[in-house]
DNA sequence: CAAAGGTCCTGCTCGC
DNA sequence: TGCGAGCAGGACCTTT
């Protein structure tokens, strides 16, 4: 479920609740996720002070001073700032107790989730290392794209949700960012010019930050870190248009399948 | 039965 | 033939 923007609006919404607060008691309830809780993770965790929540790609990561946990929602993870009398729901796996007496829940029906903690630097851990540049740095740019991609024959629309050459663009974003650039999604990626990386860097990060400053665009069950839904309707052109009249030609939107993921474009507008 | 917002891992193919 | 990089598909789950 949550794409960057989501990702990012989570983090806003429990950071004033969770900064400078000890982690008095850890309860596991399932800790079969899309990778097994460690059993150690309770007490590494218990007594710390998350002194900061940041994000790298979608991962949040919980700051201590003695290590960082790496939390990742998955496909319908989400997390929730409760009070102590408020009843848990189906799915909540993991609740993290607070000194101010709140708890911090996470709940995710499908459990591709997961939870790591580390003494190093996150920087450093394996799920880590490894990824791209953030959308919405500086570092991410036309030229990264081009570099990377020549004799590419993968199809650009899977390029740009490959977490090694850029994080944070998920399925609906990488539709609506190539509608926006007009690049037809099914392009090899090797085959798209300087010109139209220029166009498309633009996109993904408009394309964000709009999103993000609308406190992150949801579909079914996004519930915001203090328990109003986040029901926001966000304005998609192509994504899950199906059939529907493009804006710019009026042409119905197309709908394939791309690296087994649902896949929205306009024939007409996008090449 | 199909599809849903993620992404790591495995094994195959391709080109040097 | 061997090797590494790139790529497709599978895997992990529940709900609608």
Redesign the pocket.
Known sequence: ???LP?VETTRRGILPYCQQQTISEVTIRNR?L?WPIARSLPSQLRHQRIDDIQRR???LLFITKAGTLIL?L???GSLRVSNKDEAIQ??DHVELMLSNGKILRLND????GSLHWTRQAAEKH??IR??GPEPLDDQFTAEHLYATSR?????IK??I?N??IV??V???YASESLYLAGINPGR???RVSLQRYEKLVNAIKETLRAAIESGG??????IKPDGQPGYFQHHFRV?GKTGLPCEQCGQPISQVTL????TFYCKTCQR
């Open positions: 479920m949550p794409e989501e079969q899309r790609a979608k991962y990742h998955g496909m319908s189906k799915h029906p499908r459990r591709f394996k799920l490894t990824l004799n590419r024959r993968v199809a899977n390029f949700m977490s090694h994080v944070g998920g399925n609906i090899p990626a090797g665009s949801t579909l079914n069950d996004f994504y690296g087994q993921r649902s």
